[in-house]
């Protein structure tokens, strides 16, 4: 008999619990932004809504799109983060390929409508915002692709690819995140209604591009770990 095995299975289950906290904590986080983005691409029929400036008259194509990519987004933001639960998903594989299929999915909805919304109407922010929200939505579709694509290959760099995806989906999330802090710190200095003031135009790129570097650096840096770490030794009883 050898004392790893039982050690492993403990600290693989302290890991687990861990993990599942974490993600509950980050959907918990979430929902308002899921429930607020689901709910406005649901009232795309409703009057009021149609009066907003989200709604173009005689733009059928533009409005599906944008409406569609919100409900689409909103539930892309509250699955994706289950993805992070590789201890669990080890234990049934088949339900995490079926949600990391439906996860790709959503992704490559959201993103593709996105992308013909802009290429339609373009943003309110004028074209660096175009540019910010093209590169993002470009972006998703590829992360979710290259996952699909890798995990069909068997090929362990799906996970990384993942690991993007998941980011890029949390990035609405984070552009509104990253405004309620900056009006609670600054009172909104920087801002304007146009989206084209300093902090805007700044918040174009950073909402997603920051969090990208850094997941990319964590990568690079585990790889490196796992190059250098020694082989493992079984120790007898």
């Known amino acids: 008999m050898t004392a790893m095995p ?3 299975r403990v600290k693989d289950t302290g890991l687990a619990a861990l993990s599942v906290a ?9 929902w308002w932004f899921v429930a607020y983005s689901v709910g406005r691409g649901l009232s795309i029929a409703d009057p009021e809504e149609q009066a907003t400036r989200l709604f173009h008259a005689g733009a059928p194509v533009s409005n599906v799109a944008l409406y569609g990519h919100m409900v689409v987004g909103g539930l892309l933001t509250c699955l994706a983060p289950l993805q992070l639960l590789g201890l669990v998903w080890r ?3 088949w339900q995490h390929r079926a949600l990391g299929y439906a996860v790709a999915s959503l992704a490559l909805g959201t993103g593709v409508a996105g992308l013909v919304y802009i290429a339609q109407q373009g943003t309110i922010g004028g ?3 175009n540019a910010g929200f093209g590169l993002y939505g470009a972006l998703m579709v590829l992360a979710a692709l290259q996952t699909v694509r890798l995990a069909r290959r068997r090929d362990p760099a799906h996970r990384d690819w993942a690991l ?3 980011v890029l989906a949390l990035g609405s999330w984070l552009f509104r995140v990253h405004y309620g802090l900056w009006v609670g710190v600054t ?6 209604d146009d989206f084209r003031g300093a902090f805007d135009r700044v918040q174009t790129f950073a909402f997603y591009l920051p969090y990208l570097a850094l997941l990319e650096l ?6 490196r770990r796992d190059v250098f770490r020694p082989a493992p030794t079984h120790v007898a009883e």
């Open 6 to 8: 039982s050690r492993q």
């Open 22 to 30: 974490a993600v509950v904590l980050l959907i918990l986080g979430v």
């Open 91 to 93: 234990r049934v594989p």
């Open 127 to 129: 074209p660096l915002m």
């Open 164 to 166: 993007r995806l998941v």
């Open 187 to 192: 009172g909104g200095a920087a801002m304007t």
């Open 218 to 223: 964590y990568l690079r840096l585990f790889r």
